[in-house]
């Protein structure tokens, strides 16, 4: 479905982009293209739903939100797509994904809380727990980041 | 503030307070897409009623100071053939260090992290194919300093939005 033209501006646009006043001009000098036609692309990438977002990737901890608990729930399966859009539905949570359990591990949704304080994210937890009825959940607070980069495409 | 606490807080509460309103209206502004024009950066200056230059400053001082990671486009691995998933492992808080370098010389790891649990390091992976995932779990598996291994790939999305008010 995608020719090789579009990997290798996917492959491009995944990395930093220059910080130059025109950055597509740069872009498709390096892919041999005219500008116009790597804008059209990228528009339709985002249309088809390819690619979520261009945007500024933030260090959450360099503005203030120093505490990042992946919190994973056992909910019930019939119940997993209330729940998850409850989750879905609070600001603090970044990320919501219902993933397949494994051996000893009894946990179907994932959510991602950030907050300033570790009692921020434990009162959002505290709310999802409540309004879920779910009381069987771990919450693991990130100690340290070893790597987050975009991925290579 | 008492010493103590100036030190845990650490630096990223006294950049925080340094960020001035148009910093933050900056920020927030450049979490969002990006126009698909030629002058990008001077259409974001437009809608905060600043001078381009002055926008361009600002970024180059917010990736200098590691504010900004990167401005780049996010796809949606699965939409263009890619396999993703996350993975656990369980290892001894001596070794941790060790094989979370051992796990980052993957290219394919996007985001790793330490984790106060007995699964302590838990990983993302982006992959040419599930194929590569699975050689990339069978590797670690023989690594006598990893104890046990979890690949717990997602069923259903809710939400991805790393947007966060500066």
Redesign the interface.
């Known amino acids: 479905m995608l020719s090789k033209l579009d990997k290798k501006i996917i492959s491009l646009i995944s990395q930093d982009i220059p910080l130059v006043k025109e950055p597509f001009k740069n872009l498709s000098l390096e892919l041999g293209m005219e500008q116009r036609d790597v804008l059209a692309r990228i528009k339709s990438y985002k249309k088809n739903g390819f690619m979520r977002k261009f945007s500024a990737s933030l260090n959450h901890k360099k503005i203030g939100f120093r505490h990042n608990a992946m919190v994973v729930w056992n909910i019930p399966d019939k119940l997993v797509k209330k729940a998850g859009n409850l989750m879905a539905s609070f600001a603090q949570v970044s990320h919501c994904y219902q993933r397949k359990k494994a051996p000893d591990w009894n946990y179907n949704l994932y959510s991602m809380i950030h907050g300033k304080t570790k009692q921020e994210c434990f009162s959002v937890i505290r709310d999802i727990s409540k309004k879920t009825s779910c009381k069987d959940y771990r919450v693991l607070f990130s100690s340290y980041e070893y790597k987050k980069s975009a991925a290579k495409y | 503030m008492k010493k103590g606490m100036e030190r845990r807080c650490?630096?990223?509460?006294r950049?925080?307070n340094k960020?001035s309103s148009l910093d933050k209206r900056i920020?927030n502004r450049?979490?969002?897409?990006?126009p698909?024009?030629?002058?990008?950066?001077?259409a974001i200056a437009g809608q905060l009623k600043i001078e381009?230059d002055i926008l361009?400053m600002r970024?180059?001082f917010?990736?200098k100071?590691?504010?900004?990671?990167?401005?780049?486009?996010?796809?949606?691995?699965r939409?263009?053939?890619?396999a993703?998933t996350?993975i656990?492992v369980k290892t001894s808080s001596n070794n941790i260090n060790k094989v979370?370098?051992k796990?980052?010389f993957y290219?394919?790891?996007?985001?790793?992290?330490?984790?106060?649990?007995q699964f302590n390091?838990?990983?993302a992976l982006?992959a040419k194919n599930k194929k590569r995932i699975t050689q990339i779990i069978t590797e670690l598996k023989k690594d006598k300093d990893i104890k046990q291994i979890?690949?717990?790939?997602?069923?259903?999305?809710?939400?991805?939005?790393?947007?966060?008010p500066?």
């Open positions: 650490g630096v990223s509460r950049l925080k960020l920020l450049l979490q969002e897409d990006i698909f024009v030629e002058r990008t950066w001077q381009e361009l970024i180059a917010f990736k100071k590691g504010i900004i990671r990167r401005i780049s486009a996010v796809f949606a691995p939409k263009i053939n890619f993703s996350l656990a979370a370098r796990i980052n290219p394919e790891v996007t985001h790793n992290y330490r984790r106060a649990a390091i838990w990983f982006v979890l690949e717990f790939p997602a069923v259903r999305i809710f939400k991805i939005n790393v947007k966060f500066a």
